[in-house]
């Protein structure tokens, strides 16, 4: 019953999703490929704003409009992303850092949306193997905010020069049991997807406490976005083995 | 040539100083254990002494192991026995006063070229060293607990440490089969500080009623961590951690990103503690 999803965005976090929904056997369009005739599910993962809102809104014409619309709530709430659309009430965020991992998917709920139909919605996922864990709606869910902010701070500590970046990695594996240094995790995960949520936070909960390290941004100008990119924190080559730099 | 020291000691017995021993005599040096009292010092030993035996009775290591090991303890009740030491790694309670007590004495005593170490995780090490007349060979030391396994320790180079001290201290700590990084002294060290927002972002989180405890727990467990913050903190106490919270807090003079929650305190002054009183952010039945 959930054939045809429409993915919007570019880069890892489409392709992830891309490959979860193909594991499922479920089409994936994109918007420039044209629409098919019945769409099932919207699924946005677009991480800059402006292209995000503008993509929503041109989708939202040729679309009926009962079909759910799952939109990555990393930097905005889901609330100001459902307020762009004429039918606010199908809006969901969910959060697609990990996607392909993480068995539990992050569902945050717009004040606009229309609590009768969230069965019917989080059916889709369900069938594609999720469990759901429908939280607050405040950007970037429990994980991508509680990583972003481990990043944040091991930026800080870098740039304050208290150790170095092989040392913050391997001190929070050993000394702490993390799954990955914050560093690495950083160059995994995109240093400008860790950037924009931490925009996200730092704009819509206005504390100081958010503020993003000024190295993450300088690092996002230069590029130098993580394994993607072939530089990050580390460097890599195209086995994506670890070399410092 | 190996890097190493050829007489050590470790001031105070509790925890972390014990453990420490542990670490030290499993890899052959004979170690100077000081307390307050001998009867304190040889209670201690004997509670290695149990913990060693269990792990024979486990196979896992041989009665004349664990023998030689706690063979290698003097216990002392006098800092002036610590005189020919050239590395003294101090663990007592983390009161500042009763740390620099300790150094200003062991300042007197030793030669100027003895390390003196301290294991705090939350003091100043600049601040201790400042106290002292030679303050080039004065550094933190600071194992993780529990120390016999915790492979991280964090060589802290004061202000005014000598860094080819820390060098060389870095060299013998790999010595010892552990994994050292050297940390520039701030506050927090490296670890307690870049773990701040894993538990400070938990209680925010369900403080602004975005997920619950075990929401929190749940989700962060799926993305790879070991245990949730919550669960954590009630297996390290929560009163440890609002003590690590308001320690950097305040050494970085209030900077927000480390401001504690008023929950962490509610929670120390209802005595919800975690495991060790039985009820933390759960509940534990016996």
């Given amino acids: ?245 | 040539m190996q890097p190493t020291f050829h007489r050590l000691a470790v001031i105070g017995a509790g925890t972390m100083g014990l453990g420490i021993v542990e670490v030290l005599v499993a890899s052959g040096f004979h170690v100077q254990l000081a307390e307050a009292s001998k009867e304190i010092g040889s209670a201690a030993v004997n509670r290695l002494q149990k913990r060693l035996n269990a792990r024979v009775e486990k196979g896992k290591v041989t009665a004349e192991i664990v023998e030689a090991m706690v063979n290698r303890i003097q216990p002392v009740d006098q800092l002036e026995e610590l005189r020919e030491c050239d590395l003294i790694i101090e663990a007592v309670v983390e009161k500042s006063e009763v740390k620099e007590e300790i150094f200003t004495a062991l300042d007197k005593i030793t030669s100027p070229d003895a390390i003196l170490a301290s294991n705090t995780s939350s003091l100043s090490i600049t601040s201790i060293a400042s106290k002292t007349k030679h303050p080039e060979r004065v550094m933190g030391l600071h194992f993780f607990n529990p120390a016999p396994y915790m492979p991280l320790v964090e060589v802290v180079q004061g202000l005014q440490t000598d860094p080819q001290k820390v060098e060389h201290m870095m060299d013998w700590v790999r010595h010892l089969g552990k994994e050292p990084v050297k940390v520039m002294d701030s506050p927090g060290f490296l670890v307690n500080r870049v773990a701040r927002p894993f538990h400070l972002e938990a209680y925010r989180l369900v403080g602004n009623g975005v997920a619950s405890k075990e929401q929190v727990d749940r989700i962060l467990q799926d993305a790879g961590f070991k245990m949730g913050p919550f669960k954590l903190q009630d297996l390290i106490g929560i009163d440890v951690n609002y003590a690590a919270s308001t320690s950097v807090y305040n050494e970085y003079f209030q900077e927000p990103r480390f401001q504690p929650h008023p929950q962490q305190k509610m929670m120390v002054e209802s005595g919800y503690l975690g495991q060790k009183t039985k009820k933390g952010h759960y509940e534990y039945v016996e």
């Fill in chain 1, 1 to 245: 019953m959930w054939n045809n999803v429409v993915l919007l965005g570019d880069g890892p976090l489409f392709w992830e999703v891309r490959d979860y929904l193909g594991d499922y056997h479920v089409q994936v369009h994109t918007l420039d490929q044209g629409l098919p005739k019945e769409v099932h599910a919207v699924i946005d993962v677009e991480l800059d704003d402006e292209q995000k809102k503008k993509s929503l809104r041109l989708l939202e014409d040729h679309i009926p409009s009962d079909v759910p619309i799952f939109s990555s709530a990393l930097s905005r709430t889901a609330t100001e992303i459902a307020s762009w659309l004429s039918h606010p009430e199908r809006v969901l965020g969910f959060s697609p850092i990990l996607f392909y991992k993480m068995k539990r998917l992050e569902i945050s709920l717009p004040l606009q949306f229309e609590e009768s139909q969230l069965q019917a919605h989080l059916l889709f996922w369900k069938e594609m193997g999720k469990e759901m864990e429908v939280v607050g709606d405040e950007p970037g869910f429990v994980f991508p905010r509680m990583v972003a902010l481990l990043i944040n701070e091991a930026a800080f500590a870098l740039t304050e020069g208290i150790a170095t970046k092989g040392d913050i990695d391997l001190a929070m594996k050993k000394g702490t049991n993390y799954p990955f240094g914050p560093l690495e995790w950083a160059d995994d995960i995109g240093v400008d997807v860790i950037v924009t949520i931490l925009n996200g936070l730092y704009r819509e909960l206005g504390e100081e406490k958010y503020r993003p390290a000024p190295l993450l941004k300088k690092m996002v100008y230069a590029g130098y976005i993580g394994q993607v990119a072939g530089r990050g924190f580390h460097t890599y080559k195209r086995t994506s083995s670890l070399v410092e730099w």
